[in-house]
């Protein structure tokens, strides 16, 4: 299983992102993916997460500003970032379990700049 997260960059506050992770090697509509983000000098946080029928589930810190969604068809899942804020900044990565196991892709870094 690989996963390719792309999208990240450098945005003013109040600004907006949109990210993307392809996932390959397993059968992505079955999946339930998830973002993470980890700002330097803090623990992996959760951000959300998207099921396999499509129902959704977000931090606090996230909620009502961030967006996470997928298309089968091409075995990616976004993350619409809205009204960013200076504590956003953070490696952002997307993960998804097959058999139990966790696959990793690897992160894209977003700044958000004040």
């Known amino acids: 299983v690989q996963l390719q997260a792309s999208g990240g960059g450098l945005v003013q506050a109040g600004g907006s992102l949109r990210l993307s992770c392809s996932v390959s090697?397993?059968?992505?509509?079955?999946?339930?993916p998830n973002w993470f983000r980890q700002a330097p000098g803090k623990q992996r946080e959760w951000v959300a997460t998207?099921?396999?029928?499509?129902?959704?589930n977000y931090a606090d810190s996230v909620k009502g500003r961030f967006t996470i969604s997928r298309e089968n068809a091409k075995n990616t899942v976004y993350l619409q970032m809205n009204n960013l804020k200076p504590e956003d900044t953070a490696v952002y990565s997307c993960?998804?379990?097959?058999?139990?196991?966790?696959?990793w892709g690897k992160g894209t870094q977003v700044t958000v700049s004040s």
């Open positions: 090697g397993t059968i992505f509509s079955s999946k339930a």
């Open positions: 998207i099921t396999s029928a499509g129902s959704t």
């Open positions: 993960m998804v379990r097959n058999y139990n196991v966790e696959y």
